[in-house]
């Protein structure tokens, strides 16, 4: 994934305009800046220079851009080819400026920071190889650029740093405590995924990023199902969906993997089901509250499939039935995915190719494909809003025919702590006997109450409100 890029046009040229600034800072005598940067658990210091803009190069490894480089993938392959050539630095300068969630859509904060500079100037200085690509300030230079600044103060990094240690340096000044904009959080996954591939262990890079061993597995597990879900997404017009369309998606997909964690161990078939479906609804940009009535209770009551539509359901997708699938070279056979799983996955993978094509800003695709592509999208959304509604409505009823019985087992709960207190009010001498027998009448007046509710329309009652109308019926016959 860390690759060796080569060097911009007139490197040579520009890293001995460096060392003369440098030098000359270093001779010139009084206070000399200098910006401290972390790097293979060592701190190192070094100088603070001007340097002109033009001459600056955006960084094409940032971190902070990396999800959402997929915006456009023709520009993408381009950036890769030929990172220093107009065009591509001119689309990393896009993205920058850009919203993480919506490329097509100008960050507000960047118009903050660009406001700031504006009335401020540069508080903090940025950070450039020798050859003039910048490792930390990339977002400063574009809205420098912008203001029409012709300088920059920079700290220059050694000469023999190589992109593994450049890499090193955006990360660990990216996740300090004081850093005032966080990643997007699909580059933090990519970030954490690269440090993997370093061969750092998880405790390594959980503590690097400040969390927990079992939440960097949980991101691990986030990233993987993405980009199966974006190789899902390919169809033969060449499109897909792109890292960037998931962001935003973070407190969704963290409640998915905590229950397909849960169910995973208990039903396999069912986790699989609930899975695809979460994520057709993220996709379909369900809100979190609604994505959480998909739940077993969801599954086990058949919401979604009361609301499908024939074009969307499993007889239209072609699913067959459960088979078995051979193991080559073994000469065994296991069961292949229940028709459950396969339909629900067949069902996503639809919604994933038509999102993708809707989603795609080529021009390659017929109009006549996207339209159906985004009929298919609001047939889906269609489905689940009702079939959501309706699991809405399961809830609150469950949860009012639960909640007399929640209630009196709090009630209890208090009888309980309230027979410890009044044992250690004795103990100590402490009680007062009179507002205790008025809180004992309180009660007994309540238990009244409640018998009477309890002994209507209930022909045969269980032991227990058979107890409570014949404690009532002694207590009213006295």
Known sequence: MLRELPQPPRAAEFSELIKKKVEEVRTAGGTRETVTVDWNEQQAHVEVIDLPLSGLYFNPSTH??????????????????????????????????????????????????????DQFGQNDPGLVTHHGILVNGNTRAAALRELGAQSMRVGVLPESFTWADINAV???????????????????????????????????????????????????????????????????????????????????????????????????????????????????????????????????????????????????????????VSIPGLGLAVPAASSAVSEARALNDRILRASAAVRSGTHELPDGDKAQDQALLDDAKKAFDEAIESAGRSARLRKRKQLAPARLAEACASIDQCVMDLVQARTSRSLDEEVFDEAVLKLRESLRKLAQQAGRGLPNPGDGVAWLLEAAAAESAR
């Open 170 to 324: 955006e990360l660990s000044l990216q996740l300090r405590k004081d850093h005032r904009r966080d990643y997007s959080y699909i580059n933090r996954l990519l970030a954490m995924e690269e440090q993997a591939s370093l061969g750092r262990t998880p405790e390594q890079i959980a503590k690097e990023f400040r969390i927990q061993v079992k939440t960097y597995h949980q991101e691990r597990w986030i990233l993987s199902t993405i980009r199966e879900l974006i190789d899902r997404s390919k169809s033969g017009g060449g499109v897909a969906l792109r890292l960037v369309d998931w962001e935003g998606a973070q407190e969704r997909l963290k409640e998915l993997h905590r229950l397909y964690v849960k169910l995973e161990s208990v039903d396999r078939d069912q986790a699989d089901v609930l899975k695809e479906w979460r994520l057709a609804a993220i996709l379909l940009d369900f809100s979190k509250t609604d994505v959480r009535h998909i739940d077993e209770e969801f599954l086990k009551e058949g919401h979604l499939g009361r609301t499908l539509p024939a074009t969307l359901s499993a007889g239209d997708s072609g699913v067959a039935g459960q088979e078995a």
């Open 64 to 117: 902070r851009i990396r999800a959402q480089r997929s915006h456009d993938p023709t520009r993408d392959d381009l950036l890769d080819k030929d990172p220093w050539n107009a065009e591509s630095q001119d689309y990393l300068r896009f993205l920058l400026q850009a919203s993480p969630t919506d490329p097509n859509i100008r960050d507000t904060d960047f118009d903050k920071l660009k406001e700031s500079l």
